[in-house]
Structures are given as structure tokens and as C-alpha cells.
């Protein structure tokens, strides 16, 4: 493996290191010891979903491949996720909502373990089945989790500002060293102990079973809005109000579907970016470094959310300005490198230039995750939290959707640029979020219901 790689990832993991044991009382906030069982225990379960969404993302496509299925049919399966997580993840949002966060996280785990099973037969029937279940799991990982953690912190009357403590860390864990150990403990199943392509989705329904026997024993449920006469169509229609009439909610969800899509879409490019000459690259190590960066980002958040200035609206306009840079290093090196000529080979300069900009992208993400979920558990109405939650995700999947359709259609260098101007529009939006932070709510959730319940006498 070439120095430039290991360099870079002892780099990474030296500054993380020195981060995090040189935190001062400055960078810490003083908690219960209640809290703290209460954070561990939130911290253990999310890190066990987290193994179980991780051990499986290297594999999917490798899987399919090995059933035999062509770049255009794997397309198909990945865009079936996707729509699926657009299609019924509102849905899903809702009955959270109403039915109860933690049985609404117990259904994630049945749900990705169905899912799960699936990749055992090699029909295209069977696995497209597979990822629509993924889709629907993937929308309640990534908002049934952080509604649960939200409204039992509250109704256990800790301090708010406590809740970025367990913001940072989950990404920390989660997104960072559980990516890393989920990509060792994968490779040690399929390559090393030879078990096959399908091993790590076995690994992965054990987390998800033990995960779920967690939940079911230690975790108290939590509702949003959980009145009897309210039908889904009007938990719909009363998310759509909360955006509509709330500037900054709204603001909250375009800025999430801009990132968020731009990360996506990063995820499908950094490859063929890296390697354009089908340069030998480290996917895994490549991968690892990503993750390193990321719990990098988290570990500044946390610091930056553990002091009253700068704020979470502040910083996160150079969070999306930086991000947008970053992502246009593909382009710049197009123009000032010149390009190489030779087939195969280990990785260009042009290729180590970018994957510096690629490692500051993902710390940017590491940064982004604490800090979106923290402005969401200050702007989102509790009542349809993993409603409002899933809408946001509508726009996102759909572009992935258009994206995934078309990444063949345009030059690589003209969709990073897509994804940089996007974020670029994130941070402007940033900037107006935080200039009507301080305003009030133009309607409390309990004002709309009121009224819309009003109203229904008169449509009848």
C-alpha cells in the first residue's frame, strides 16, 4: 500500500486522538449521572443499528454481481430503495408518530432483517423485495431513532443543551468508529474466513436481533400526536401546514434534502474520481480514512455545541461554503493538472489532491449529522417530528433516484459541480435561517390543530 495512503490515514486518526484526550472543562458540559445511563444505553443500541446498516453497504453491489446481474439491473434494484425510502417513508414517519417511536424502531430492525434474508436467493424478484423492505428501513433508522431520543430526553426533563452531547457522540460511534470496525469485521468474513458475499448480511440481522432485544427490555415508548380521531391523511396534511407556515422548518428541510443529496451523490462518484484511468486504489482503506474524517467532524461539533458562541446557525455557513469547495477540486485539477495518459497503474497526483478535498467533505459530514439534529430537535414540532423528518427525505431520494438514472449521462466533473452549487444554496439558506432564528413560531402545532379541526365542519 502506497505511503500517501497511510500517511494520511495516521494523520487522521493522530489529530482525532489529540482531540479528543485534550477536551478542557471549556469543551465539556456537566451532566447526571441519570443522563449519562440514559446516553450509554441510547448510544449502545443506535451503535448496534449502525453495525447492521454498515456490514451490508460494501456487499450490496458486490452480491448482486455475483448473482450474475448487469450494471443496468443493480441500477434498477438501488433505485427501488430508494424510491421505496420516498414512497413509504412518510408513511412510516406518520405511523411512528402515532403508533409509537419505539415500536416504530423495533419494526426498523424486523424490517432490515427481512431484508436481510432476502440476499440468500439469487431471484430478481426476491431481492427487489429486499430493497424495498431497506427502503422503508433506511427511513425509519434515520428518523424513529432520533424522535425517540428527542421526546424521552424531554420527558425525562434533562437540560437541552445535553442532547448534543448525545448528538456528537452517535455520530462519533455510529457514523465513524462502527463504519470503520463494521468495514474490518466484513472483510475478515468474506475475504479472510471465506464464508461468502452473503456473510455480513447474517452478521448484520445479529446486531439488528440483539439490538432489538435491547429496545424491547430497556426502552420506555413515546408518542407524537397520539389522538385517537386523527387518521394518517391529516397527519399529512398537518406536517405540510408546519412547513408551510414556518419559515425555518422549511428552510431546515431544503438545507437537510441539499447536503444530504450531495453526500449521496458523492458516495457514487469518489470511486470513478480517484480512478478515471482504472488506477488500483484501497476501497476499503480509502473508505476507512472517510470515516476517520468524519469522526474528526463530529469531534469539532461536539466541541463547537458544548459553548454558547459560535452558534449551530453560525458555523454552519462555513460548514456548507467549505463543503462546496471541496467538491469542486475535481474540476479545478481538471484544469490546472494535467491528466494521465496510462491505463492502471497506483493513483495520480490529480487523484491525491482530490482525495485531500474528499477528506475534508466527509469532516464536513462529521460536523453536519450533530449539528442538522440539533437544529431539528429545536425547530421541529414534536407532535409529527418523524413525520416532518421524512418529508424532507422526498426530495432527497428523488434526486438520488434522477441521479442514479443519469450518472452516465453527464461527465463526472459536471455533477460535482452540480453538488457544489447545491451547496453553495445550502449555506445561503444557512444564512437566512439564522438571521429569523430568534423569531418566533408563526403557529404552535396545537394552534393548527385547532384550527383544522375547526374547519372540518364546514367541508363537511
Known amino acids: 500500500m502506497e505511503l500517501f495512503y497511510i500517511l494520511m490515514f495516521g494523520g487522521l486518526a493522530a489529530v482525532v486522538g489529540v482531540l479528543e484526550l485534550s477536551k478542557n472543562n471549556k469543551d465539556r458540559i456537566n451532566t447526571s449521572p441519570a443522563f449519562n445511563a440514559f446516553k450509554h444505553n441510547y448510544l449502545f443500541v443506535y451503535s448496534l443499528m449502525m453495525a447492521g446498516d454498515w456490514l451490508q453497504g460494501p456487499y450490496v453491489y458486490y452480491l448482486y454481481s455475483t448473482y450474475g446481474f448487469g450494471k443496468g439491473e443493480i441500477g434498477q434494484l438501488f433505485i427501488a430503495g430508494f424510491g421505496s425510502s420516498m414512497l413509504f417513508g412518510t408513511i412510516v414517519g406518520s405511523l411512528a408518530d402515532k403508533q409509537g417511536r419505539k415500536r416504530a424502531c423495533v419494526t426498523y430492525c424486523i424490517t432490515y432483517i427481512l431484508s436481510c434474508i432476502t440476499k440468500h436467493s439469487p431471484q430478481y424478484k426476491v431481492l427487489m423485495i429486499g430493497r424495498v423492505l431497506g427502503g422503508i428501513a ?16 424531554n420527558k425525562r426533563g434533562f437540560d437541552q443543551q445535553w442532547l448534543s452531547l448525545t448528538f456528537s457522540k452517535a455520530i462519533f460511534l455510529g457514523n465513524g468508529l462502527v463504519a470503520i470496525l463494521s468495514g474490518l469485521f466484513g472483510n475478515l468474513l468474506v475475504d479472510t474466513l471465506s464464508l461468502g458475499p452473503v456473510a455480513p448480511f447474517d452478521a448484520a440481522s445479529c446486531f439488528l436481533a440483539f439490538g432489538m432485544a435491547v429496545i424491547l427490555s430497556s426502552w420506555t415508548e413515546n408518542y407524537g400526536d397520539p389522538s ?33 443529496g450531495s453526500m449521496y451523490t458523492f458516495v457514487f462518484l469518489w470511486t470513478p474520481a480517484l480512478s478515471p484511468n482504472d488506477e488500483e486504489i484501497p476501497h476499503g482503506f480509502i473508505f476507512a480514512t472517510f470515516m476517520l474524517a468524519s469522526m474528526l467532524g463530529s469531534s469539532l461539533a461536539s466541541r463547537l455545541m458544548a459553548r454558547s458562541s459560535p452558534r449551530v446557525e453560525s458555523y454552519m455557513q462555513i460548514v456548507f461554503m467549505v463543503s462546496a ?16 495518459k496510462v491505463r492502471g497503474g497506483s493513483i495520480s497526483f490529480a487523484g491525491c489532491i482530490q482525495l485531500l478535498g474528499f477528506c475534508t467533505f466527509e469532516a464536513c459530514v462529521g460536523i453536519f449529522w450533530p449539528s442538522i439534529m440539533k437544529m ?9 417530528r ?5 418529508f424532507f427525505r422526498i426530495p432527497l431520494n428523488l434526486f438520488v433516484c434522477v441521479v442514479l438514472y443519469n450518472v452516465n449521462a453527464f461527465p463526472i466533473t459536471v455533477m460535482f459541480g452540480m453538488c457544489s452549487i447545491f451547496l453553495f444554496v445550502a449555506s445561503i439558506l444557512q444564512r437566512r435561517l439564522m438571521v429569523i432564528s430568534d423569531k418566533p413560531k408563526a403557529e404552535s402545532w396545537t394552534g393548527m390543530k385547532e384550527r383544522d379541526t375547526e374547519a372540518e365542519p364546514l367541508n363537511d
Open 325 to 340: 469547495a471541496s467538491l469542486l477540486l475535481p474540476i479545478i485539477t481538471t484544469f490546472f493538472v494535467a491528466p494521465s
Open 386 to 390: 418523524s413525520t416532518i423528518m421524512n
Open 228 to 260: 385517537e380521531s386523527k387518521d394518517l391523511l391529516t397527519q399529512f396534511r398537518g406536517a405540510a401546514v408546519a412547513i408551510a407556515s414556518d419559515e425555518k422548518i422549511a428552510l431546515l428541510g431544503a438545507i437537510q434534502s441539499l447536503f444530504e
Open 138 to 153: 433506511t427511513s425509519l433508522l434515520f428518523s424513529a431513532f432520533e424522535s425517540w431520543l428527542v421526546a424521552e430526553h
Open 376 to 384: 431539528r430537535s429545536q425547530y421541529i414540532p414534536e407532535e409529527a
